[in-house]
C-alpha cells in the first residue's frame, strides 16, 4: 500500500504565500512523476504543476510564474510553493503520483486533499 499525504494548506490574503508540502510512504520502489491539482467549489479538478523524477517542470497558464513544484526524491516528496496569491487559487489542493511498488508495478496514487483559501 501506498499512501499520499499533503501538508501546509490554510487561509492567506490575496498576494500572500503558502508551501504545500506532499509525502508519499508505504511499499514504495520509486517515485516517478509528481504532480499538484486542484478543485474549487462547484468546478471540476484542474491540473497545477508537475515535476517529472528528473526534476523536469511543467505549469497551467493560470500560476506560471507564481507556482513552484519541486521534489525531494530521498525524502519521497513533493512541494508547491504558491506566491502572489490570488482568490481564484482557493481550492482543495490534491497531490498525485506515479508510484513503482516493491513488487515494480507502477500504479497512480491520489492524497486526500488540502484546503487553501485565499480571502481578505
Known amino acids: 500500500q501506498v499512501q499520499l499525504v499533503e501538508f501546509g494548506g490554510g487561509l492567506v490574503q490575496p498576494g500572500g504565500s503558502l508551501r504545500l508540502s506532499c509525502a508519499a510512504s508505504?511499499?514504495?520502489?520509486?517515485?516517478?512523476?509528481m504532480a499538484w491539482y486542484r478543485q474549487a467549489p462547484g468546478k471540476q479538478r484542474e491540473w497545477v504543476a508537475r515535476?517529472?523524477?528528473?526534476?523536469?517542470?511543467n505549469y497551467a497558464d493560470s500560476v506560471k510564474g507564481r507556482f513552484t513544484i519541486s521534489r525531494d526524491n530521498a525524502k519521497n516528496t513533493v512541494y508547491l510553493q504558491m506566491n502572489s496569491l490570488k482568490p481564484e487559487d482557493t481550492a482543495v489542493y490534491y497531490c498525485?503520483?506515479?508510484?513503482?511498488?516493491?513488487?515494480?508495478?507502477?500504479?497512480?496514487?491520489w492524497g486526500q486533499g488540502t484546503q487553501v483559501a485565499v480571502s481578505s
Open positions: 498525485n503520483a506515479d508510484v513503482v511498488n516493491n513488487n515494480y508495478n507502477e500504479y497512480n496514487y
Open positions: 515535476i517529472t523524477r528528473g526534476s523536469t517542470t
Open positions: 508505504g511499499s514504495i520502489f520509486r517515485v516517478n512523476a
